[in-house]
Structures are given as C-alpha cells and as structure tokens.
C-alpha cells in the first residue's frame, strides 16, 4: 500500500463465535490468544476474507466479521511484507494489514 488511492475503505476482523462481540460493540476489542500469541491483530482486506474464512475459519459454525474504518486506524497499521514472513505466502493475496 503506497498511494492514498490504493488505501482500502474498510479492513476487516473476524472473529470466531467463541469469542462473542458484545453489543453495543465496544471501542476497544479484547485481543484474541492467536493475535497475543504473533504480536499482531490479524485483519483482513475485503477480497481477502472469502479465503480467510475458508483457510483458518472452516470449522467454525459461526463468526462475527467486524468492518473497521482503514482511515480511523491507519496510523496502527503496518502491512506484512511480500514474501508472507507475518502469515505465510498466500498466492495471489497481495499484503494483510497487521496492527
């Protein structure tokens, strides 16, 4: 992500149903035990998350799928590196956001 025109609208968080979203959602979201364990907040560009849920959410039966603001965030936001060193290639992706 390098031009302001390239930056997306909205990045996305799922989140698995074990850990329900209270409503009204909160400001701030507990972190998960996956994203306490990488050092990072996994999210999700909007073409990303079919293969996300797909990949990492399959068995789940229900999952809440949080849409951020980018604009609200950008600041917190570092994007993985090319070769995939933060989640692994994922061919034909382009980058994650991590926070």
Known sequence: MTS???Q???IYKI???TSPVREPIPERLAVSD???DSGYIHLSQAHQVPT???TFFAEEPLVYVLRIE???VIQD?????PDGK???PRPGEELFPVS
């Open 4 to 6: 302001l025109s390239s």
């Open 8 to 10: 997306p609208r909205y």
């Open 15 to 17: 989140v698995p149903s």
């Open 34 to 36: 996956l994203d306490q």
């Open 52 to 54: 996300t849920l797909k």
């Open 70 to 72: 980018y604009h609200r």
């Open 77 to 81: 936001i570092k994007w993985e590196s």
């Open 86 to 88: 933060v989640s692994g």
